[in-house]
């Protein structure tokens, strides 16, 4: 019998994260819950904090409450400038 590997919950944090099309956002707690923990937004949070690779957009997960929060390559401006750029704000 195969067994597959499991999917740590960072790996499917990126996944889910790197579906968001262009022009669109999620929430850290919509990402959480899609990645099969709803609890989980502060650690998704940690993970996008931690992402560098250019196919994963963190930029278009926010806070719940609609402001953008903080971002790992450039800060919230620029954060801000990429989600105008793609008509989101």
């Given at each position: 019998?195969m067994?597959?590997?499991?999917?740590?919950?960072?790996?499917?944090?990126?996944?889910?994260?790197?579906?968001?099309?262009?022009?669109?956002?999620?929430?850290?707690?919509?990402?959480?819950?899609?990645?099969?923990?709803?609890?989980?937004?502060?650690?998704?949070?940690?993970?996008?904090?931690?992402n560098?690779?250019?196919?994963?957009?963190?930029?278009?997960?926010?806070?719940?409450?609609?402001?953008?929060?903080?971002?790992?390559?450039?800060?919230?401006?620029?954060?801000?400038?990429?989600?105008?750029?793609?008509?989101?704000?």
């Amino acid at each position: 019998m195969m067994y597959l590997p499991m999917k740590s919950f960072a790996e499917k944090v990126r996944a889910v994260a790197r579906k968001i099309p262009p022009g669109k956002t999620m929430t850290y707690k919509q990402v959480a819950t899609k990645a099969g923990n709803p609890r989980a937004a502060r650690a998704v949070g940690s993970i996008m904090r931690a992402n560098y690779d250019p196919d994963i957009p963190c930029h278009r997960v926010i806070r719940s409450d609609g402001s953008i929060g903080g971002y790992n390559r450039g800060g919230s401006r620029q954060k801000e400038r990429l989600l105008r750029s793609e008509k989101v704000w």
